[in-house]
């Protein structure tokens, strides 16, 4: 199956990290390719970056239904445009929100979200009471990271440890969710680190969570409901 | 003080009645005036009409901002561009859900919503959830008439009171929330109708209630939490 | 319109305070006068304080509405008799507590209530369980000070904003709601403080809330739904 | 053990029944009197209703504890002035629909209360609120007959036959209250017909509960939290 | 009325001081006896536990029925079995979890329940949102002891009340519970040492609660919802 | 990767069926192999057949474990046994139940679950609210046919077809999870009919999910936590 990631914003300087990471997560058989973005931000870190990076992102995963690709991952933790562009095609779209909370609701009771910064708590909450799920959620957390910053992976282990162990002992936490996208290759060691320190649970990675959902789907010969997502009427549309 | 309606669509023709319409909600010395989109579409009747509107809508509320308005009303029920453009000012934005919704919740204790089509039912149910009110829904109905349809006023007073009986007599319902701005000056005939027919109960114009919380909040000094919306961080957008 | 002040308690000592702030928050045209009780207690704290005070605050609400006023606000912030006033009048009622928690929906995802005294939780709790939006409310606070300590205004900014500050960042409050409608003048100085030390958030005064939803409703031709109040039955009362 | 009966209405005309149906639900060694209100309303079917007949409640409660009494059963579904009461007193007070209500929650996963009239059907929701079990409530039901026609026994069982097959087949409930302390002497009647019909569930009846629950809380020695319920403060009080 | 006690572990050590603290509980005229597991577990600390002690503790519930018994305490606090059994009879059956948890929605607004290991804290939590009562639990905490320790009275008191405090004055608890029926004779201690501390709240003894609440059913002739325990069909079972 | 089987019934009749339905989900290189139980019941309809398969299940996992295979899927919609065994392993062990309703909590707002019995209603509710999704659920349906008689195909399709149309007509649903693994191979032809009748919404077969998950778990490199599901401690245990 072919798999589109959609990187949604206006720089490739994440592109080859993404193609590298995700190789581990598909199964032989599984094409992946990355776009990025020609309208949109450098990095999503608030509802305005959302509103103006969707109208592209809904373009690009039409674009991919038309070239027969047969599943979407819109490669950000806040699954910006994903409704809309349900809307909009038949073939799977996932962001990085649901598929990676949904995994923590199957794997522990309760499980804290760890992403970047303050301003990204806010739209969090409200992915969880949108999906149902906020009475499973023990905490959001955050490393006070700009997302640009997540390239250079130095402390960032120690920064996303410290919340890990608040998260469980303070939230009571039972799992934890990487929060952005951008944290890409930190969770087999952040699980290890707990583990290591007598705390099993896992550590649950984004995009390896929504490209293992994609599969799912595809498998299953199963996509977005169009009554949840119908298609818009035709009227007229000035962009 | 000065009140900015944004109706955010790319035509003009429910101006005339908006201004008219909207003079019976404002006390004496408030002003009001209307601007339409410049890019977006004709109506908003989904998710992906939503996405295409935003980026102006927020354009057209700094824009407010900085030409010294007081509040804005972005005049569509589903709130469109609402948080993100709350990100970007301080003076108070507001759409049409949430005032005419925590009304309801002010007025009894179980409120319906009836709108114009099946497609933005799952969108007012997130609204619902977002603001953590849905158990106060006792359900979301619809039309099944396009926005564009609602200038001809003729038989919407009968279809509107047919979900209303519904929603009384099967869902619960104790108050009725118009779930559309284009239903303009029809919640008084409503009520009235109801009334006759023995239910006595609030039926809630969203554009109303919008222009009520705004004059609420300007006399109070207050506006949308920074916290909750924090201020964007610099960054390259383009656009 | 006139609007009428129930202040539900037997002493006069707030009336002067309550009368000069009110007269920010009304628009042009709007007149308001205070009433107390005859029959009731010196200030309400306790379930059994509202419980004496309830009889006489319905007979003053359905006073009010013989003598042809537009709105009622009960001025205390665990609207005592609100729901059966409710029930004998058609005309707008509302205690503290609806607008000021409303308000705050509005603006913020999650509010903390600031009030006086320990006794006072269960019955703030309840009312936000009652209204449905018991998931936005991060914390309820007290400054552990009688309401009639309150016309001293001495010290209260500053343990207000001890409140605030472990609201903001103990308890995750994006905005602050006053919890006692004796915190008369506090809001904007709070707001203002808080502001700042970096935080800008909301601070609701319940009074403020009260007046602009009154406002709201009658400029609006609505009032609460009867099927949630309807009118009692006659039947032989004793009282 | 010593149980306080406060039947809290001006008329005696239920006592003597009340006497004769609560000697099947006590211990032996347990003794049962019956006080009704000097002040307050002929039945209690509206929040207005409750409102008027709280003081005495309270007042009555009061001398019960002063007379040495070891429980108090506030005979009437609405729970009136109960939450008060417990404020002044430190035995266990309780009134119908709590014991009820917890008991179906005991024996089944979602109940239904079949109550006498629409005006009570908000008056129970927010009960059912206030004690967090609102998801467990299949639906409320009244039978449309005012609580003083409830002495005749006619047709009730038919009516509430009525209404507790819809409850099962249109609503889900796995478990009937019966809404109104005045609906005496029919819950087993009812279970009964309920299951010659096939259908076996438990029908609740309040005074039952309540008593068995006063017990329970007598033998246990414990009685209401004072962290809920704490002992109101001394101040001026005219009444 | 003859009561079961089924203490569902393979060892007796527990049957003396249960039969002592029994008596305390229940009514003159009630009967009691206690049995324990052929097969099954020292102790139950898991969920493992619970499942190898099931299949044995509804053998043990059905021979109770035949023998004429008339009501079942399984004597854990997990209520294991407690589902699989009211299946298989008709006369009440109850584990120390529920009736102790709804005697704390009847006394209090908010609970917690203190427990022996971190290892029953999911098992507690599944519980109470399996009763829908999730929202009133304050917290969940233990003594990290283990179920077989507690037979050695020496310092339990004093780990309970290092709990009882910090479920108070951090969680917000205003009532607690005992989270394993093993902690016998410790709840009147521990509700005295709270109240000489300045805290008076009901401390809840599960026993105590379950044989009330057993007491409860017999005299009001109800018992468990066949349509939610339905009679299971016959088909070939190897056990 | 190797996952197992266990389908927990003491029957093999549906294991053919099973592992042919099977290998259209599995990716290459993934292999399975079926066991049933030694110990158990016929077919599970009943909490009383869950607690008599559950040791045997969990042998059977912890023998899977042991053998080297990489994850396990519990045969059964609900997931007996499932935590218990999580307990003993670190390989992820999935049920019907579990990857089902999170799919649909992916693809769609609302979901309806169709089962087999009136008995699993309450069954499918609680592990509904155990994963705290309830407010997603839509209805529980159920098509009123015996688990063993779900091999014979015959009007299979039309039954289950009739309960789609009422889910999505009357319950308001967006998505069908069928509530059985029983339900083998239906789902793509139930999902068919529905679009060809204008209704396009995913149906979404239990088996499918789970192998799909259990892939993304082991390709993830993570598993349950095992804070939610601790190793439960030595001490004797006779069965």
Redesign the interface.
Known sequence: MDIRIILPI??DQFNKEVEKEVK???????TVDIKNL??????I????????G??DI?DKVVEAEKEGIDAVFVDCFGDP?V??AR??VSIPV?GGF??AV??A?????RFTVVSV???VV?MI??LC????????LASIRYINT?V?DLLEKGSLLDKLYGELEKA?HQDG???IVLGCTGMLGL??GL?EKASQNG???????PT??A???L???V????????????V??E?????
């Open positions: 206006i720089g581990q997560f598909i199964s032989s058989g599984t020609r309208r949109g931000t450098a990095s870190e608030s509802v305005y970056d959302e509103a103006l969707s109208p809904i445009g409704d809309a809307e909009m996932v649901q598929p949904l995994t609701c199957l794997l522990a009771g910064l303050p301003s806010p909450r409200n009471r949108k999906m149902g799920v906020e009475s499973n700009p640009l469980v936490a039972e799992a969770a087999k699980q705390v099993s649970l896992p550590v649950i990675d390896g969570a490209i293992g959902f599969e799912l789907l498998r299953n010969g199963i996509t977005h409901s169009k009554v949840t997502f119908p818009p009427t009227k007229e549309r000035r962009f």
